[in-house]
């Protein structure tokens, strides 16, 4: 019961853990599309750090590689990033949620993203469209509902969904209104999306061409990856902190456990030698022992992190805005069981180790001796 409870908290944590890492990363993963491209000021590493003038934003919707929608306008989206306070629904805790001012194009800029209640933002006015996941997770997200901003209050007007991404923990708005409100001169980025693929090289050459133009051009995978590089490590290094830990614990369980139960057979462990087991035999037979206790308590774990965790939905850090919120499914999957029920099983081989060799090396006549 030691060896099967300990390797089962190992496994469970593990996995729920690791489960969080993966959701975070398929959830930022879920925005990225081929065909999108951002563009930000040369030498910011996200969003948040980019400024863009309006000539600037004039120049990048100008230039080559961009496709146009069947009234010649360029499919794109100035945007502005900035956050927004919300209570969590779960403890009422305070915290920001990230608010996006965007284009007139930004949902034909992302197709998988549908209006699911409500009606669009209008112009000019302080309105908003809440992400399903947001609205799901904090409060006063409804329609109807008023979020104290800059320059008043702004009324939530609809909701919006799709394409399982990090846009759905968001709250957007008009971009013009949101820079007016907030007394801002520049955007952060410009999202676009280009012609074809081969024409990401005709957008870096057009607006490498202009001179006052300094620019990074990424394909939006590329920048999501790099984006949430930084916390996605995060995640894994906790992960595996709080394993390695629980890990060595249950080792130490499945050694003292096996040592103790190698102890108290040393009797019958000698007749086995004296009727004609070898010393191998024995060996192996304590490790499948050790083997098959581990691979309980791996099954056990798994099923418990599995029942407890999988599509369990949860907020952390990690939104556009290192200050706001990112709205996530933990996904178990069978991948990570195996992992965790390899590794599990590895602790339970090294558990039993030890005992295994002292087992074999049992001498028959000095074990038989004490009977």
Not at 116 to 124: I, L, M, T
Not at 130 to 148: D, K, P
Not at 165 to 183: H, L, N
Request: proline fraction near 2%.
């Amino acid at each position: 019961m030691v060896i099967v409870v300990s390797i089962a908290g190992v496994v469970a944590v593990l996995i729920s853990v690791l489960a969080m890492s993966l959701g975070f990363r398929t959830t930022i993963e879920g925005d990225g599309s081929d065909d999108r491209t951002i563009v930000f000021s040369r030498g910011a590493n996200a969003e948040n750090e980019s400024g863009l003038s309006r000539e600037n934003v004039a120049a990048v919707m100008n230039a080559a590689g961009i496709r146009h929608d069947a009234r010649d306008r360029p499919v794109a989206s100035a945007e502005v990033i900035l956050v927004a306070p919300v209570a969590r629904k779960r403890d009422n805790s305070d915290v920001y949620v990230t608010l996006r001012g965007v284009g007139p194009q930004y949902f034909v800029l992302r197709p998988e993203l549908k209006l699911v209640s409500g009606r669009p933002f209008r112009a000019g006015n302080q309105e908003l469209l809440v992400g399903a996941s947001a609205s799901a997770q904090f409060a006063e997200l409804e329609i109807g509902n008023q979020i104290r901003l800059q320059d008043g209050d702004w009324t939530v007007v609809g909701t919006f969904a799709g394409g399982n991404g990090a846009r759905e923990s968001e709250v957007i708005a008009d971009a013009q209104t949101v820079m007016s409100a907030y007394k801002l001169e520049s955007f952060n980025s410009v999202s676009l999306m280009r012609e074809s693929g081969s024409s990401l090289a005709v957008l870096k050459a057009a607006l490498a061409q202009d001179a006052s133009l300094l620019v990074d051009v990424h394909t939006e995978p590329e920048y999501l990856a790099t984006a949430s590089s930084s916390t996605n490590r995060m995640l894994q290094l906790v992960a595996y902190s709080i394993g390695s830990i629980m890990a060595l614990g249950a080792l130490f369980g499945a050694l003292n456990s096996m040592q103790s139960a190698v102890a108290a057979r040393t009797v019958e462990i000698a007749t086995l030698r004296a009727i004609g087991f070898s010393s191998f035999a024995v060996g192996i037979a304590v490790l499948i022992e050790a083997l098959l206790l581990a691979f309980a308590g791996a099954v056990a774990g798994a099923a418990v992190a599995y029942t407890a965790f999988n599509g369990t939905t949860i907020s952390t850090l990690g939104g556009a805005v290192w200050d706001s919120q990112l709205v996530y499914s933990l996904n178990i999957t069978p991948s990570l069981i195996v992992i965790a029920i390899v590794l599990a099983c590895a602790l339970g081989l090294l558990g039993g180790l030890f005992p295994a060799i002292r087992a074999a090396h049992t001498k028959v006549a000095d074990a038989l001796h004490e009977i």
